[in-house]
Nanobody, 123 residues
Framework: QVQLVESGGGLVQAGDSLRLSCAAS????????MGWFRQAPGKEREFVAT???????YYADSVEGRFTISRDNAKNTVYLQMNSLKPEDTAVYYC?????????????????WGQGTQVTVSS
């Protein structure tokens, strides 16, 4: 059984930074695809960023240049560094893992999900 556990969320002010972490247990996804999604109240879950291996990354236009996804395979952990946060970044952020070894952005392409961590950005 694979478990993904997110941490690092919180309440910050606009312009601040946060780093989210997602620890995976049960199997290694070092060669697979990991991703971050978010869901704001009343909205659908949306893609944020994805990483394949250690270098192939892809971002939603809304976070490109502000967010950075990375991973530490030794720790089986993926990170999301979020800089220059905006109130519209407020959402529950979810970590996800996919067996597919390529860039994927659809929720249906991910096999495992974490429970989510709340990020709130005040203006």
């Amino acid at each position: 059984q694979v478990q993904l556990v997110e941490s690092g969320g919180g309440l910050v002010q606009a312009g601040d930074s946060l780093r989210l972490s997602c620890a995976a247990s049960g199997r290694s996804f070092s060669s697979g695809t990991m991703g971050w999604f978010r869901q704001a109240p009343g909205k659908e879950r949306e893609f944020v960023a994805t990483i394949v291996g250690n270098s192939r990354t892809y971002y939603a236009d809304s976070v490109e240049g502000r967010f950075t996804i990375s991973r530490d395979n030794a720790k089986n952990t993926v990170y999301l560094q979020m800089n220059s946060l905006k109130p519209e970044d407020t959402a529950v952020y979810y970590c996800a893992a996919s067996y597919y070894g390529g860039i994927v952005t659809r929720t249906a392409s991910f096999n495992y999900w974490g429970q989510g961590t709340q990020v709130t950005v005040s203006s």
